[in-house]
């Protein structure tokens, strides 16, 4: 992320400029592609020199966990849909998800947020379909419908 600045510049004819200085990121900061140089969304996102995590035009069946303030983005185009769960965690993480779109059969939502995180959506489409799995992350403790209530899937007899 960069910062913006307001400066003031006084010239010597007496005329004012004003412009915006803008602070350079940090060395360290990199774009990174999906796929190129990391094979995975989750691979690029606990990279900390990705700032910014590219997605090709593409369906990516995973999930992620989203710990750290980062930028994922489709192409401008559109067509880069994550099939999976988006987990965001962390109250010091913001993240901005751009031109792409979200997609499983998790109710409520595919993108959950937790623990003060932030999200910043642009042009982002969150969809649910009952065709599509909802999709256990690293986070789920129970997957057969304990959070739910529903115990339908459980069984009566203990190994």
Not at 21 to 32: D, R, S, V, Y
Not at 66 to 74: D, E, K, P
């Amino acid at each position: 992320m960069s910062a913006r600045r307001r400066s003031v510049v006084r010239c010597a004819s007496g005329l004012l400029a004003v412009g915006a200085i803008m602070a350079a990121p940090p060395l360290h900061a990199q774009t990174c592609t999906i796929p190129g140089s990391h094979a995975t969304i989750q691979e690029a996102a606990d990279d900390p020199a990705c700032a910014e995590v590219v997605l090709a035009s593409q369906t990516y069946p995973e999930s992620i966990v989203l710990r750290r303030t980062v930028t994922v983005a489709g192409p401008a185009a559109g067509g880069a849909v994550i099939q999976g769960l988006v987990l965001i965690a962390g109250s010091e993480t913001v993240i901005t998800l751009r031109d792409l779109e979200a997609a499983n059969g998790c109710t409520p939502d595919s993108v959950r947020i937790t623990g003060g995180a932030e999200l910043l959506g642009e042009t982002l489409t969150v969809t649910r379909s009952e065709v599509l799995p909802c999709p256990a992350t690293a986070d789920t403790i129970f997957t057969d419908g304990f959070e739910s209530g529903n115990t339908s899937a459980w069984s009566a007899t203990s190994p």
